[in-house]
């Protein structure tokens, strides 16, 4: 299995950029007044790179035996993606006012960013190691 680590590694990535880009864009667009931001082909389109991203990110768990709970830094991005993940659902379609949704996106992109960093330092502290 381990000779597909940079083939998994690159989809994983790719998911990564695919998914917050799209959530980027539909929440860019949905507090500009766009209603086509939650349509159903976008909602589809999110939750299938989602399942892509997820699925690439056990995979490359079980081959480089390093899991969440028992390695800090994966620890923090499982947490940091509920937070994401919560804060995404606000910033979308739970939020009860346009200023919430708005200040709930802005820190969902914060959070995927720290995400990001987090991955890339191999660090529960991220960019701040």
């Known amino acids: 299995m381990i000779d597909f680590y940079p083939q998994i590694k690159l989809v994983h990535v790719v998911a990564v950029l695919a ?3 799209l959530f980027f864009l ?3 667009v ?7 931001a939650m349509a ?9 790179i989602d399942t892509v991203l997820l699925a690439a990110a056990l995979m490359l768990a079980t ?20 937070v994401y993940v919560v804060l995404g ?3 979308l ?9 708005v200040l709930c996106w802005l820190a ?12 890339r330092a191999h660090h529960w502290a991220g960019m701040f190691a």
């Open 108 to 119: 969902a992109l914060v959070v995927y960013a720290f995400i990001i960093s987090v991955a």
């Open 30 to 36: 949905l507090h500009f007044g766009g209603r086509w």
């Open 40 to 48: 159903a082909p976008l909602r589809y389109l999110s939750s299938a």
């Open 93 to 101: 379609k739970r939020g009860q006012t346009k200023r919430t949704r």
């Open 89 to 91: 659902t606000y910033a």
């Open 19 to 21: 998914s917050g880009s």
């Open 63 to 82: 081959i480089l035996h390093q899991y969440p709970f028992v390695h800090g830094w994966l620890t923090m991005k499982v947490v940091l993606l509920v």
């Open 26 to 28: 539909r929440g860019l």
